[in-house]
Each structure stands twice: as structure tokens, then as C-alpha cells.
């Protein structure tokens, strides 16, 4: 896929793969393509080369059929918000050809499931921030999608209303397949089945979510020192090592990822030992999918 004028691809032979009924985290660092993509996905903008298939159809064949098929949050919510939230979504239901009774059904049963219910006769200029994210998820609902598109759902909320909205998320997984853009990894690590990174528009990684932990489960570890003396010798003795990177420090502490050719720590401790440098611990830890991500899209 290329923007015109450009020669460098603003996706590069992107192929992915996502399974039926499950939460799909696409991630990748800024300019990665993130964006392009969920509007390639969602009928919103032409590519130029390759195949979108969902459903079994290409999209760009069937793009007037296909979008009946899809629901879509953008980061922004487009809402007329001097309507109730039961209004909002029966006139959501309505233009999906649903009769007045089946409107206001559907109206009532997405209010319920997105724990709306007590504020159905609210304006939606009063909702919090929380709240309408929640709603603009029942809107996007509201036709009953195969496949759910959000993109960045919990970027402006705060930690309550982040925790409302991705227990919502989390609730409808078997409902639909939700492709689930963001940024804020500890959201995709809670409630991810599958996790797909990119990075300058090339599929870098994509597995479940077990399994992507597994992948990288055993050669992290995380070292501490007794003082800051010892830190400026850890760092001038490992920093142009090509056996291990430091994927993150904390005061006295470091996260350090180490290449899978390493089976044995006790090399690089004797490394330490032999250079007078003093561990406060050193423990082998499990990763996050923020420890994976920095490993897989820094150079």
C-alpha cells in the first residue's frame, strides 16, 4: 500500500490473520500504520494493492454489503448529544431498517449490556467521558456486526472509566470479533485473546496472547545494584554487548532482555563479579506485553 507521491510503502506486504470471535489487539508505535490500516479495514479508505477478505468476501467488491457487516468507534465519538441515550441508539437501530418496537428492544438491551440503563433518559451531553465510550460501543453495536472496530477506545479515559469500558469490551468477546486498536499496552495485555505489532508498516509479530509471553518467556530478567556507582559500571560494561539489551531502568533497578543464543546467566554475572560490581538481586522474570513490544519495534 503506497500514499501517493511516496516510495516508501506505508504498508509493507501486511497480511494478517484474525480469528472468529475473539479480541484482536493491534498495536504498533506511532506511524506504523495503524491508523491506514483499520481505515483500509473499515471500507474508509482504497488500497492500491492486495486483498481485504472478511466473511469470505473482499471488501471492495461488496463494500456496501461489507459495512452492514462491520461496527466502528473512531477516537472520536460522533454523537448528537442533545438526544437521551435510549434515543440516540433507537434512531442508531432505526437507520439499520429496524422497526420502531425493534429499535427501542435493541435500544434497551445494548443500554442494559453497556451498564447504561439507569442513565437511558439522560442527555448524552451529561455522560462522562466513560460513559459515552461505553455508548458510542452499544451505537456501534446496534446493527449486530460480525466484526467490531475500535480504535484507541480508552485513550482520553481515566483509570475508572478505562476499567467501565474494557470490562465492556471484555463482556461481548464472544458476541463478535472486536479489532481492537491501541496504544495502551496493559489494556491489550488485560483482555486480549490475539495481539498483532507492527512497526514502519511490516507485520513484526502475531500470536495469541499465551503464546507471544511464551515466545519471549525465558531470557528476561531484571537486576538490581547497591548504589550508583555500580549502575555506571554495569552500564559502560553492557552497553555495546550483542548478547543482551536493556529494555528498561528504574532507579537502581533494569529490565535486560538477552538473545536466545544465551542459555546461561552465568557468564554475564561473572562478567559483573569479576569487574567489582555489586547485585542487589537478579531474578528471571516473566515478560509483559510492553517488555515484548519495546524488544520487537526499537533498533
Not at 498495536?27 to 477478505?53: E, F
Not at 531484571?222 to 560494561?237: G, R, T
Not at 560490581?277 to 515478560?287: A, L, M
Request: net charge positive; aromatic share 10%.
Amino acid at each position: 500500500m503506497y500514499y501517493k507521491g511516496e516510495k516508501k510503502p506505508a504498508l509493507d506486504n501486511l497480511n494478517l490473520e484474525v480469528p472468529e470471535n475473539c479480541i484482536f489487539g493491534f498495536l504498533g508505535p506511532n506511524g506504523a500504520g495503524k491508523t491506514t490500516t483499520i481505515k483500509i479495514l473499515t471500507g474508509l479508505m482504497n488500497y492500491n494493492s492486495g486483498d481485504v477478505i472478511i466473511d469470505g468476501e473482499i471488501i471492495s467488491k461488496h463494500k456496501i454489503e461489507f459495512r452492514k457487516k462491520i461496527g466502528y468507534l473512531g477516537q472520536e465519538q460522533k454523537m448528537f448529544d442533545w438526544m437521551t441515550g435510549l434515543e440516540l441508539l433507537k434512531f442508531t437501530a432505526r437507520i439499520f431498517g429496524q422497526s420502531k418496537v425493534e429499535a427501542k428492544n435493541s435500544a434497551e438491551k445494548y443500554l442494559e449490556i453497556s451498564g447504561l440503563s439507569a442513565a437511558a433518559s439522560k442527555k448524552v451531553k451529561t455522560y462522562s467521558g466513560g460513559m459515552k465510550q461505553r455508548l458510542g460501543i452499544a451505537q456501534a453495536l446496534i446493527g449486530n456486526p460480525k466484526i467490531l472496530f475500535l480504535d484507541e477506545p480508552t485513550s482520553a479515559l481515566d483509570p475508572i472509566g478505562r476499567k467501565e469500558v474494557l470490562d465492556f469490551i471484555y463482556s461481548i468477546r464472544n458476541k463478535c470479533t472486536v479489532f481492537m486498536c491501541t496504544h495502551i499496552l496493559a489494556d491489550a495485555e488485560r483482555i486480549c485473546d490475539y495481539v498483532s505489532i507492527i512497526n514502519e508498516g511490516k507485520l513484526i509479530e502475531q500470536n495469541s496472547m499465551s503464546n507471544i509471553k511464551s515466545k519471549y518467556s525465558s531470557n528476561l530478567v531484571e537486576i538490581s545494584f547497591l548504589n550508583d556507582e555500580d549502575i555506571s559500571k554495569f552500564k559502560s560494561l553492557v552497553q555495546n554487548s550483542s548478547d543482551y539489551k536493556i529494555i528498561e531502568n528504574n532507579d537502581s533497578s533494569f529490565k535486560i532482555i538477552f538473545n536466545k543464543n544465551v542459555t546461561d546467566y552465568n557468564d554475564f554475572l561473572n562478567l559483573l563479579i569479576n569487574a567489582g560490581i555489586k547485585i542487589k538481586f537478579f531474578i528471571e522474570k516473566e515478560p509483559t506485553l510492553e517488555d515484548v513490544f519495546v524488544k520487537l519495534t526499537t533498533k
